[in-house]
């Protein structure tokens, strides 16, 4: 087996199985996109054509689904979500098998699919990532036999608008749904908000299934996606759980901890001078990331300094923002909070984003392209300021690569923070289990117990400094660490590889390995 | 004369507390940027838990580094059996600051100096390393303050406890504080008399910001050094309320440097902008100075 090194000195088999050949990750501009992007069938329409079909097994059997192709679904409905495990049931009914599931994510929801591996029917998995039992069975178990394949939000969006992807069938979950297809999925009893990722499948997929639990007369007003690109609709119960799908209100974090390091960051970025009129701003929901928001909204107001937009994953607090005057936009492919939710039918600057237009790299333009500051939390991050969020320091699954790889490319200024240890585990290490975004795109490490520099960055360096902020070098940081918690010892695997980490255009960043038990 | 003037001794205008039988807050507690934190070792532990948190706690003191964090230990009374192996086990691993609770008279305070004394020799610390904060929480505590106060040269702070107090008092404390502010002032005199710092008891309503910042303003107007505190998020509120004006510390600034030149310790008198400036003002702006260097808006 033919071994290649990647630009962040990961080893990688030149070919993998279940995979194909391997093109390793030489930077995050690298890669120049040659051709065009994928087409779909052209469709066809005569007058008085019912879209609607009977039940769910109708509109399988009118899309012609086949051993071995491949379908598609969003994670907008997060742990509410029926929809995903009720279509993989209906096709195990039709003894359908070799499925290739092609998810913008898995969570807890989906534990269910295990069965479906187990028994062939699903026998290919893409995500951007993978938590509980479904994660530990890959992880120890390696139950798909094959790879997982990991993708960005915005390198998931890029390889389906590549053809990397070539979407057999999209099912496509819909809180509000016409009889001809026009959607959102902010009105209804199950409203999610944004429909970022299915924005983008239903475009490039040659079927799109609707499935929906609102289904209302043609036609809708406020569309998400039209109907244009919708062949058949089936009418549910339910399609999620609504207490599951979206959290209430969001409260920023109480824990002193977190507070400190959101404190700590907000310090950074105000003497960074980025936090200027028409400033532009993404942060993640963890703890600290939300809780910079409080320290920069304090600022803002003090400083009577207006941004240009937020972005994200948005949460109630970015909401707020956004009502209160903060900022001109907030763009959204994927609504947390009920806020988010409410917000989006109602306020023209709360606009809805595909996930092609939030972080393809190989678009005319994408948002994360035009951020000045990224907030990014991580599960470990190491002395070359790479980051990993996809898994435990134990080697297990745990996570996922999210927007954190394109918004750390695109942004002027990378900001992580996270605390210095969990349980007794240190966050800082000298090679993360496994790199999700480079260290070449991430900036500045903010714990409670100092702030690091990425070298690389001497110009914000320099700043802090004239402003007496006070620094460590990232390796002293991590002996400070390693002086409380010890040195941990690594975690062993197996030959198999059962996860590959792809970078936002396609290049392999880094593999998983089975963990040996 | 000579005590006002010295150089400026370091602030303590925030002490946390934290429990001692805890890891996390053992290695984090002094991260929040209070002054000083207090590790308990008595209210805060069970009786059953005493031992392993003084063990926990010793070899925290080996092996974290503090800092600039003045660390102290809310030790167990002597007349208990945990006070005294406490000394014994935590002057050896570096503990330099015990605060006495309960401390009514000043005879309790002798009996420690007794002790520690005897702990320093054994182990080959200089004697009189060991500092100690009177802990006044009762009404015959504050009737003895400056007896307490003066009972040993180790005496460095003395702190007000008002829920012990209001309790052996008999009244209900109120977020107004009347039924104690007698108290608090005899707890400021006497550490004035003394010449040693008066840290003011702590605010246990959370929730209340704005009642907790106007007791803070009384502290510092009353004369107090410091405020106990129970969470980090109080520590910010009391260093930001604790800092100095630009226009006083400008105008301390300038006192302190014409006390410097004139020798004012050995007995000159100066004159700023055409005033005289007497021993008063010049601790005052001492004082000042101190703090708006612990402020970090000067250095």
Known sequence: MEIIKNKVNRELPKYIEGYGEVKPYKGPFSVQPQGKKYAVNKGFYKPGTQKLVNNLKEAIENCNLKDGMTISFHHHLRNGDYVLNMVLDEINKLGIKNINLVASSLTKAHEPIIKHIKSGVITGINTSGLRGTIAKEISKNNILGKPVIFRTHGGRARAIEAGEIKIDIAFVAAPTCDNLGNMNGYEGKSAFGSMGYPMVDVKFADKVVAITDNLVPFPLKNISISMTDIDYIVEVEEIGNPEQIATGATRITKNPQELLIAEKASEVLIASGVIKNGFSFQAGSGGSSLAVCRFLKEYMKKNEIKGSFASGGATGYLVEFLEEGYFEALFDTQSFDTSVIESLGKNSNHIEMSASMYANPHNKACIAHQLDIMILSATEIDIDFNINSLTGSTGMIMGAQGGAPDTAAGSKLTVVVAPSMRKRIPIVTDKVTTVVTPGETVDVLVTERGICVNPRRKDIQEILNSSGIKTKKIKELKEEIEQLTGKPESTQYLDEIVGIVEYRDGTVIDIIKQVKE | ?299
Not at chain 2, 138 to 143: E, L, Y
Not at chain 2, 165 to 183: D, H
């Open chain 2, 1 to 299: 004369m000579g005590k006002i003037t010295k150089q400026p001794k370091r602030s303590r205008r925030t002490m946390l507390f934290s429990p001692a039988n805890n890891p996390k807050m053992l290695t984090m507690a002094h991260l929040y940027g209070s002054d000083c934190v207090i590790f308990d070792l008595e209210d805060a532990i069970k009786y059953s838990e005493k031992d392993a948190a003084r063990d926990l706690f010793a070899e925290a003191l080996k092996t974290i580094d503090y800092g600039e964090t003045e660390i102290f230990a809310r030790i167990n009374p002597l007349y208990t059996e945990f006070g005294e192996k406490d000394v014994r086990v935590l002057v050896p691993a570096g503990l330099r600051n015990m605060r006495l609770a309960m401390t009514d008279t000043p005879e309790q305070i002798k009996e420690l100096d007794i002790l520690l004394t005897e702990v320093e020799k054994e182990h080959g610390i200089k004697v009189g390393s060991c500092k100690i904060q009177a802990s006044l929480e009762t009404p015959t505590a504050i009737k003895n303050a400056y007896e307490i106060a003066k009972a040993s040269d180790r005496v460095v702070t003395m702190s007000f406890g008002a829920e012990d107090f209001t309790r052996t008092l008999g009244a209900e404390r109120t977020k107004e504080g009347k039924e104690i502010f007698v108290a608090r002032s005899m707890v400021v005199m006497a550490a004035a008399m003394a010449g040693i710092d008066a840290i003011d008891t702590v605010w246990a309503h959370l929730a209340d910001i704005e009642g907790f910042k106007e007791e803070v303003k009384s502290s510092i107007n009353m004369g107090f050094s410091g405020k106990s505190c129970i969470h980090p998020s109080q520590i910010k509120i009391i260093h930001n309320i604790f800092t100095p004006t630009e226009e006083e510390i400008a105008k301390s600034l300038v006192i302190v440097k014409a006390a410097e030149e004139a020798d004012i310790e050995n007995g000159g008198v100066i004159q700023v902008n055409g005033k005289m400036i007497d021993i008063p003002v010049i601790s005052k702006a001492q004082k000042v100075v101190r703090l708006a260097k612990a402020s970090g808006v000067i250095k």
